[in-house]
């Protein structure tokens, strides 16, 4: 089955805790996204990543780390993270980039980060 | 830069109302314009998309958008609500060219239906 997994699912830590959040997809994609969702501010995007080794800022990246070493993850780290940072966090797959016929998004479920 | 306005926060319709939800947009130059619903607790679905072309687009579910460059709109409509439509509609836009590529969403709108 086509998907976008992301782990965990649910997740409290403190401030200054480092974590990642891992997203991985079977489906091949080339592109490959982060985003937050926050009430009132719709999605952000955090980092993207147009190929392997290939990752470049989104809107809200402060506090953020990513990287692509291999085609189908692409983790989420926050190396010390902040309240501020609480959120519902979304990680999306498409084939092609945003500006290309192939750029139909598939979203993991979420993970929803409380940083306390 | 791009960005997206969705200016209704939320929605009420009775079951088999027609549905309209706004979009405009900004951006420079040809848009790639996309709207995704997602359901409580869920991730975000592609409803439908637009790129080019005809300015009329169909999606899933019974869902069509249609493209207005004058102005700078990309509303999503349907004619006749079901009750298992209430969830969240976000419009977004693609935009870059290259190695430089984002999406912007929209603020979303909520949709409920009433029986």
């Known amino acids: 089955e086509a998907q976008v997994t992301q782990n965990p699912r649910y997740l409290i830590t403190v401030t200054g805790k480092k974590l990642t959040v891992t997203c991985s997809q079977n489906m091949n994609h080339e592109y490959m996204s982060w985003y937050r969702q926050d009430p009132g501010l719709g999605l952000r995007q955090i980092y993207y990543?147009?190929?392997?080794?290939?990752?470049d800022k989104g809107d809200v990246p402060e506090g953020y780390k990513v990287s692509r070493k291999e085609k189908r993850n692409f983790p989420l780290i926050l190396e010390s993270p902040s309240p501020n940072q609480t959120s519902l966090y979304f990680c999306?797959?498409?084939?092609?980039?945003?500006?290309?016929?192939?750029?139909?998004?598939?979203f993991g479920q979420g993970t929803r980060l409380t940083v306390v | 830069a791009q960005s997206v306005t969705q200016p209704d926060i939320h929605i009420t319709v009775s079951e088999g109302a027609s549905l309209e939800l706004r979009c405009n947009y900004s951006y420079g130059a040809t848009p790639y314009l996309f709207w995704y619903v997602q359901s409580p607790g869920q991730g975000l679905q592609l409803l439908l998309k637009y790129f080019s072309g005809d300015t009329l687009v169909q999606g899933i579910k019974g869902f069509e958008a249609e493209f207005k460059r004058s102005q700078s709109s990309f509303n999503l409509r349907k004619p006749s609500v079901h009750w298992s439509d209430a969830a969240e509609y976000f419009c977004?836009?693609?935009?870059?060219?290259?190695?430089?590529?984002?999406?912007?969403f929209g603020t979303g709108t909520k949709l409920q239906v009433i029986p």
């Open positions: 990543s147009m190929n392997v080794e290939v990752t």
């Open positions: 999306a797959s498409s084939l092609g980039p945003p500006t290309t016929r192939n750029t139909e998004a598939f």
């Open positions: 977004a836009v693609g935009a870059g060219s290259g190695g430089y590529q984002k999406v912007t």
